[in-house]
């Protein structure tokens, strides 16, 4: 479509909804979950249902067609179009008050499912359908797709848990949907009148043994439950009315639940035991093929439920998780006598079931994380077939799928006879995209043929509408093209979607077809070793699922904070994708002014890098275009001051008490935010009047240890906080060790790092690694600074520093060393008894590159001690990013949620936070006086010279 003129932008903004009409966001909002791209003329943020009818009256009367949006997490391109694209996840996500009488609660389309279920819980009830994608879902995309996920034999589909559907008409008249009628009633009287004549036809083609939902509207549902309109708009896909608020049914939460997970060695197996195991009336049967749980292999986030299952011994193809409720015992007693011969195992630890469950909800993410060109796609690979005939209809896709010899990944929801199913496909590859094309075809007549549905969770979206004519025939389509005319007779909401308008094909306007191809302006420095090991290729695992929208620690800090797409992991990645095509600069994508405004709010906290199921490095990429932006710019005075801050340190060190009193004043704070941007409204931390290192030199030397470690003294450990240093030291001769430092040691390079300085960073790691290869291999390094181990465990290694994979083997964190050292030793005749509270706030690079379940049992070996870990994210400071003026505001909104954690706890409680940075967030927002985990272990320590060896 042509851009809007500046009229009708004028006329869109004067409803007093917020609309967007920059090519920033205009991109970002072109593509979702899907391997589609349709890049919108504005999109609309609206806060109210006003504002909404507001806007969508606007549209129509301008003739702009109308797509509503969740998170789009979907994946067949259902939320994405040519026109005006409404966002309703930013604002319109309130709930109400929840009914324990008729157990219902209204809530808005804009609400994420999980966020809704935190607050069920409390009630003892859930909402019954749960998706994979549930952390960042929103109950108007559910609504919008009919979706179901998991237990749908048990709690069938979103359209059987809703009880009313407020809503907006294509000329923005107020609409209500009810499971009596509809308001204006005239809207229901005449839905019915379409729909009765073809009640043969539904009952011919639609028979009712199938679980899952049909393709389009709900007709045959319409029909069987008395004519109740909400199924005719639940799976309507938006192309019928907006939804703007929901009254749903909850259910009560299991009282018992159990699991087992049955290993077999091929997927006929395992499907072919499914029918039995349905008899057994189980909350869920889903099976996960080799394809796809090899992808957790090395992933954090998936240790402990690796170690469960022992899928690293594990010799087979697939598994089967089944899930029962009530009388757990005597049914996974029953489970395990009927598959003798199948390993089994079987649990009701609630912290087991949920891991398992998270691989499995992880499923797409997972697999679009395989290294190479060739992709899982999703096309038709929706679809369902009853459960008796699921094992013979899978061996006919694995015989189609060899005919082009294609390998595809099997997983899915068992229990309902569900198969996603993800051939493995480069779509730029023109020879792959034939046989997607082809592929899709014939399992589309396969289906037709087990008179099964085509579009079973899913919806159409781009992907399938062009589908649905042969699936339904010409009399239920001409129903459906009724029904659509009815609710929308311009055709404007989410056209081609469901109801076919020529426009969009299985394989029309992919985000990458044949042909597509991005170079970089510059030559990488970094090897990217955990994911395809180049820039690019780290770029293209971002499919878009929107895992970065979640809205619980870490991941991703600035979303979670504001809401706003480009805040995201993905828009970020969307908007490095569209530079590089030269979409807002041609002439170089490193002088487009967009690709700056969202790199300069990535904090680096590297929570992508685990909680993102792709692993997109987001610091990686940002670092890479940092430095080619240095290269090609020069260095500002404030890149300068922050990548050399170590310098600059130890020269302010020689002149303590003069910096601190020159630093502090109101005229000086002034001067650093306009000559460096450190905003005024912080304090600079005070250098202190003692150096860590000096009082090493006279104070640390310990006799009669045998046992030696390496400590390294960071910049902020020498020069600001020695008292960190000075602790940890006595806690280590406590413990039995020598405590050497590291002569002529340089920065960790984490300040010019993060700067983009990757030349001066590669220099001081060489540095570095060099002098520690030094030292014995046995000997131990231990670091008081997470960002600083970060470095030595994980960047140095991708800057592809000499030695320092061999190095990154003994580096630990100070409290990841006490676990080690005192796990099995007795110590607590080191430390006095006192009754204490200490509440850990862990780092980010912490908990994203190690296991944090130690810090726990660690703290709880002081005697009579009570220890509480927060689950929080990001403090907000991340260095230099929060002491800049232009992300003050910003900072302190992601520390939010830490500061008022910390506030909830009595003064004396002892808040303990690993970064100096963390610190000095708390130290500014708070009146709380943050400390390091080594000076609450000095503190307990019955005497500052008591040591011990016991083993």
């Not at 996840?89 to 808005?108: C, Q």
């Not at 008409?169 to 379409?194: A, Y």
């Not at 700056?596 to 993102?612: Q, R």
């Amino acid at each position: 479509m042509a851009d809007l003129t500046e009229q009708q932008k004028r006329f869109l903004s004067a409803t007093g909804c917020e609309v967007a009409f920059d090519h920033l966001t205009r991109h970002l909002y072109a593509t979702d979950a899907s391997i589609y791209r349709v890049k919108p003329l504005a999109v609309a943020f609206p806060k109210t249902v006003a504002e909404v009818e507001a806007v969508t009256r606007a549209a129509y009367e301008c003739g702009i067609p109308i797509t509503p949006r969740g998170t789009g997490s979907g994946v067949t391109g259902g939320a994405i179009g040519p026109g005006l694209v409404i966002d309703f996840s930013r604002y319109l996500k309130r709930m109400g008050d929840f009914d324990p009488d008729t157990l219902s609660i209204r809530v808005e389309p804009g609400l994420v499912l999980d966020v809704l279920n935190n607050r069920l819980k409390r009630h003892g009830f859930v909402f019954g359908p749960e998706v994979a994608t549930s952390s960042r879902a929103t109950i108007g995309g559910m609504v919008g797709n009919d979706s179901s996920g998991a237990r749908t034999l048990l709690y069938g589909t979103t359209a059987d848990h809703v009880l009313a559907i407020e809503g907006v008409l294509v000329n923005g008249e107020r609409v209500k949907i009810t499971s009596k009628g509809t308001e204006p009633r005239s809207l229901g009287e005449r839905l019915s009148q379409l729909i009765e004549p073809a009640r043969e036809e539904i009952a011919r083609r639609f028979s009712a043994d199938l679980p899952k939902r049909w393709p389009g509207y709900g007709l045959d549902r319409f029909i069987r439950r008395g004519g109740n309109p909400c199924y005719i708009v639940v799976g309507s896909e938006g192309t019928l009315m907006l939804v703007t608020a929901v009254e749903l049914r909850v259910v009560h939460l299991p009282r018992q639940v159990g699991m087992a997970v049955l290993f077999f060695n091929s997927l006929d197996e395992a499907l072919e035991c499914a029918p039995q195991l349905v008899e057994l009336k189980p909350a869920a049967v889903e099976i996960v093929d080799r394809i796809l749980f090899d992808q957790t292999k090395g992933q954090l986030q998936f240790a402990n439920v690796r170690r469960f299952l022992g899928l690293d011994e594990f010799m087979g193809e697939c598994f089967l998780i089944v899930e029962v409720y009530e009388e757990v015992e005597d049914k996974l007693a029953t489970i395990t006598q009927w598959v003798r011969g199948a390993r089994v195992i079987t649990t009701i630890d609630r912290s087991k079931i949920d891991g398992v469950w998270s691989l499995r909800k992880a499923g797409l993410s997972l697999l679009t994380a395989r290294k190479g060109p060739k992709k899982p796609v999703a096309g038709v690979e929706d679809t369902v077939v009853r459960v008796g005939q699921l094992a013979e209809y899978a061996q006919e896709i694995r015989q189609l799928l060899n005919q082009f010899k294609v390998k595809a990944s099997f997983y899915g929801h068992a229990e309902a006879g569900l198969l996603h199913i993800r051939p493995m496909l480069d779509l730029r590859d023109v020879n792959d995209l034939g046989k997607f094309r082809a592929i899709a075809d014939a399992i589309s007549e396969l289906v037709q043929r087990y008179n099964g549905s085509i579009a079973g969770e899913h919806g159409c979206g781009m992907a399938r509408t062009e589908y649905l004519h042969r699936h339904l025939g010409p009399e239920l389509y001409s129903v459906l093209s009724k029904i659509k005319s009815l609710f929308d007779p311009s055709g404007l909401l989410n056209p081609g979607k469901i109801l076919d308008i020529g426009e969009y094909k299985i394989d029309s306007h992919l985000r990458m077809g044949p042909g597509y191809q991005i170079s970089l302006p510059f030559e990488p420095q970094l090897r990217f070793v955990k994911r395809d090991e180049s820039f690019l290729a780290n770029l293209d695992q971002c499919n878009g699922c929107a895992a970065c929208r979640k809205l619980t620690p870490t991941m991703c800090p600035t979303y979670i904070a504001t809401g706003r797409e480009e805040m995201s992991t993905r828009g970020r990645c969307n908007t490095i994708r569209a530079a590089l095509e030269n979409q807002f600069a041609p002439d170089n994508p490193l002088n487009a002014p967009e690709l700056w405004k969202v790199l300069s709010t990535c904090l680096s906290c590297k929570a992508c890098t685990t909680e993102c199921p792709s692993n997109v490095n987001l610091p990686l990429l940002k670092a890479e275009l940092l430095h080619a932006k240095n290269k090609m710019q020069g260095l500002s005075l404030a890149t300068l001051l922050f990548a050399y801050i170590d310098v600059v340190s130890g020269l302010a060190a020689k002149f303590p008490s003069l910096t601190n009193a020159v630093l502090g004043k109101p005229l000086s704070k002034l001067l650093m935010q306009k000559l460096f941007g450190i905003s005024a409204k912080r304090n600079l931390p005070k250098v202190s009047g003692r150096k860590f290192h000096a009082w090493y030199e006279r104070h640390a030397v310990a006799t009669g240890l045998s046992r030696t470690v390496v400590l390294w003294d960071d910049t902020y450990v020498r020069y600001y906080e020695p008292e960190i240093g000075i602790s940890a030291v006595r806690v280590l001769n406590a413990l039995g060790y020598n405590v050497v430092l590291v002569p002529d040691r340089k920065c960790c390079g984490r300040p010019a790092f993060s700067q983009g300085l990757l030349d001066r960073a590669k220099r001081l790691g060489t540095h570095n690694v060099r002098l520690l290869s030094q030292y014995p291999q046995h000997i131990p390094v231990i670091f008081l600074e997470p960002s600083c181990w970060s470095m030595f465990v994980d960047d140095y290694i991708e800057l592809d520093v000499p030695g320092a994979p061999e190095v990154a083997k003994r580096c630990y964190l100070f409290d990841q060393f006490l676990a080690r050292e005192i796990k099995d030793r007795n110590v607590e005749e080191l430390f006095d008894r006192r009754e204490e509270l200490i509440v850990i706030h862990t780092h980010c690079h912490s908990k994203s590159l190690a296991d944090q379940e130690h810090l726990h049992e660690v703290v709880m070996k002081l005697p009579g001690r009570e220890c509480v870990i927060l689950n929080t994210g990001c403090c907000g400071m991340a260095g230099a990013f929060g002491m800049r003026e232009d992300n003050y505001e910003l900072s302190v909104k992601i520390a939010q949620p830490l500061i008022e954690q910390i506030n909830s706890f009595p003064p004396e409680a002892k808040i303990v936070l690993g970064g100096t940075s963390c610190r000095q967030q708390v130290a500014q927002l708070t009146n709380r006086h943050p400390l390091h985990l080594a000076q609450v272990f000095e503190s307990a320590l019955k005497s500052p010279n008591a040591s011990t060896t016991l083993h």
